[in-house]
């Protein structure tokens, strides 16, 4: 079945550095990819997407690009801020389905 | 503030009571989700339903239960509760057709003893 693999955390860095959370799947098909955020004592939210192959998604200052050659969606920020500390929650949803299949989660801190 | 409604928040449960997760959505949302997430597990899917009057099974749906009577409410029934089902519970709701973002509700965290 379909599976999301993401690197182990917890992670932490200091302000301003920069950030790679890699992410890779298995899928048949052509599935969408998510990243979605979790901030302490919240529900997940969506951060990007990107929908087909060499798709780059975008927001907060966060990209990750859609490649399918690699099967990964790797999430990169070029300068963190202690506002970024998060669960950090890569995702596939296969073309057609209702479903989205989540990784494991990467828990991220930011030290001032 | 439209979005997606749990309750309770927090609840401590005996082993083998019944116990009920509420979940409403005002965003009039096709489909619906039940998820677990545990500690190094992610979030791993329970139950979901596509549409009003039906409902499927995740990954994970053994000692759990789910009914869609209508569009706004989808609870979530454990019919005799057990420890391993200790975690935290989010609904989420997501516009049918295509690779829509799916909407959290701020979870239900439980407790079996």
């Known amino acids: 079945g379909d599976s999301v693999t993401q690197m182990e955390g917890p992670v932490t860095l200091s302000e301003e550095a920069f950030l790679t959370i890699n992410c890779t799947y298995t899928?048949?098909?052509?599935?969408?990819l998510f990243w979605y955020v979790q901030y302490p004592g919240e529900g997940l939210q969506l951060l990007l997407k990107?929908?087909?192959?060499?798709d780059k998604g975008s927001n907060k200052g966060f990209e990750a690009t859609y490649r399918k050659e690699t099967t990964s969606f790797h999430l990169e920020k070029g300068s963190v801020q202690v506002s970024d500390s998060a669960v950090y929650f890569c995702?596939?949803?296969?073309?057609?389905?209702?479903?989205?299949?989540f990784g494991q989660g990467t828990r991220l801190t930011i030290n001032p | 503030i439209a979005g997606i409604t749990q309750a309770p928040t927090s609840q401590i449960l005996a082993a083998g009571r019944r116990m009920t997760l509420r979940c409403t959505q005002d965003?009039?949302?096709?489909?619906m989700y039940w998820y677990r997430q545990d500690l190094g597990l992610g979030l791993r899917l329970i139950h979901y339903?596509?549409?009003?009057?039906?409902?499927g099974k995740g990954e994970v749906p053994d000692g759990y239960s789910v009914s869609r009577a209508n569009t706004d409410d989808f609870p979530l029934t454990l019919a005799s509760a057990v420890p391993s089902q200790t975690s935290v519970y989010f609904c989420?709701?997501?516009?049918?057709?295509?690779?829509?973002?799916?909407?959290f509700g701020e979870g239900s965290r439980l407790t079996v003893l």
């Open positions: 989420a709701s997501k516009a049918s057709g295509g690779p829509g973002e799916l909407f």
């Open positions: 899928a048949t098909g052509y599935p969408s």
């Open positions: 990107a929908t087909k192959a060499d």
């Open positions: 995702a596939l949803s296969d073309q057609g389905a209702q479903k989205l299949v």
């Open positions: 965003m009039r949302h096709n489909a």
């Open positions: 339903s596509n549409t009003a009057g039906t409902t």
